[in-house]
């Protein structure tokens, strides 16, 4: 089991940076590929990114390529999700999200979730 929490969500203006971590509580963490979703009200939950259980293999959604960056640091059970460059329609609850497979973006494919952290870019 892999409990998990999301944290650095804000309100910030377009074209500025934000980082979210997502904490993570069990030592399966570190054998657990991890991924970002976010969610829109009335939309369905996108994949944003993907990170394989080393860190060494990463898989982005084509909105975000060039402009976020997925990381993780195991020996603090933390994965990370750097966002540059924001725009108003990153605005979105953000999700953390774990399982065994790989790089995969599925959301149902994921076991475990986090509760989700806001994000609001202003124009």
């Known amino acids: 089991q892999v409990q998990l929490v999301e944290s650095g969500g804000g309100l910030v203006q377009a074209g500025d940076s934000l980082r979210l971590s997502c904490a993570a509580s069990g030592r399966a963490f570190r054998t657990t590929a991890m991924g970002w979703f976010r969610q829109s009200p009335g939309k369905e939950r996108d994949f944003v990114a993907a990170i394989n259980w080393d860190g060494f293999n990463t898989y982005y959604a084509d909105f975000v390529k060039g402009r976020f960056t997925i990381s993780r640091d195991n020996a603090k059970n933390t994965l990370y999700l750097q966002m540059n460059s924001l725009k108003p329609e990153d605005t979105a609850v953000y999700y953390c999200?774990?399982?065994?497979?790989?790089?995969?973006?599925?959301?149902?494919?994921?076991?475990?979730w986090g509760q989700g952290t806001q994000i609001t870019v202003t124009s």
């Open positions: 999200a774990g399982q065994s497979e790989g790089l995969i973006r599925a959301p149902a494919d994921y076991n475990y």
